[in-house]
């Protein structure tokens, strides 16, 4: 019997690092397809996210099914509750990189507002946070999981910097480039977000581990 739990709990990481690896694809894919002006990559996290859906749905099922059958204690309780709470957070993340395609569909007709320099900085933390966060779940690591959650005042920097590029270099100087200017202040404020969802992940893996609350407690990093 335990043999058969601790096979079914391996399945259930291996289900959640699938669900991972597919939020770290869907969020680059958005950010190239804005970089390259890309329709066809932008429809494709779009048509993506319904196999995401069912995933999540999957693995919520499957973690209901492990507590029901096995009733688990203590460490491999907090493995499976996490699961759930980590699945969600990973559905969550992808439904705001299909946001960030949406946003992309809507600029891809328009000439360019300014170089895309910073916004795909901050898509390249925000994936980085998102590995390094199912990497500390997958090898129950609280260090790498502190990691991840410091890097998330680079992404508020970034998202700041943007913001106050696109407002003060471009909608004050020419209210023509608003419409264009919205559109990338939505993609850095989505891709920000995504920093703040991998963070509760981040969380959720210390607890996971040591069974500590550091969430709303920024001492106890």
Do not use: W
């Not at 493995?79 to 969600?88: D, L, Q, R, S």
């Not at 600029?107 to 910073?118: A, C, Q």
């Amino acid at each position: 019997m335990e043999r058969h739990f601790d096979l079914e709990l391996q399945e259930l990481r291996k289900d959640i690092l699938r669900m991972g690896a597919f939020a770290e694809e869907a969020i680059y894919k958005s950010v190239e397809a804005l970089k390259n002006k890309d329709k066809c990559l932008a429809k494709s996290v779009i048509d993506g996210d319904s196999i995401v859906d069912k995933l999540e749905l999957e693995i919520d099922e499957k973690c209901i099914d492990l507590i029901a059958r096995y009733q688990p204690m203590a460490k491999d309780l907090r493995f499976i509750t996490t699961g759930m709470k980590i699945n969600a957070e990973l559905e969550r993340i992808t439904d705001i990189a299909v946001d960030i395609a949406q946003r992309t569909l809507e600029l891809v007709d328009k000439p360019l507002l300014k170089p895309l320099v910073d916004i795909p900085k901050l898509a390249a933390v925000a994936q980085s946070m998102v590995k390094g966060a199912i990497d500390a779940f997958v090898k129950g690591d609280s260090d790498l999981a502190r990691k991840v959650m410091l890097s998330d005042p680079e992404a508020d920097q970034l998202r700041d910097t943007i913001q106050k590029e696109l407002v003060e270099d471009y909608m004050v100087k020419d209210g023509s480039t608003a419409p264009r200017a919205v559109q990338l202040l939505l993609i850095t404020r989505f891709l920000e977000r995504i920093c703040d969802h991998t963070t509760n992940i981040a969380e959720d893996v210390i607890y996971m581990v040591q069974a500590q609350v550091v969430k709303h407690h920024p001492e106890k990093l």
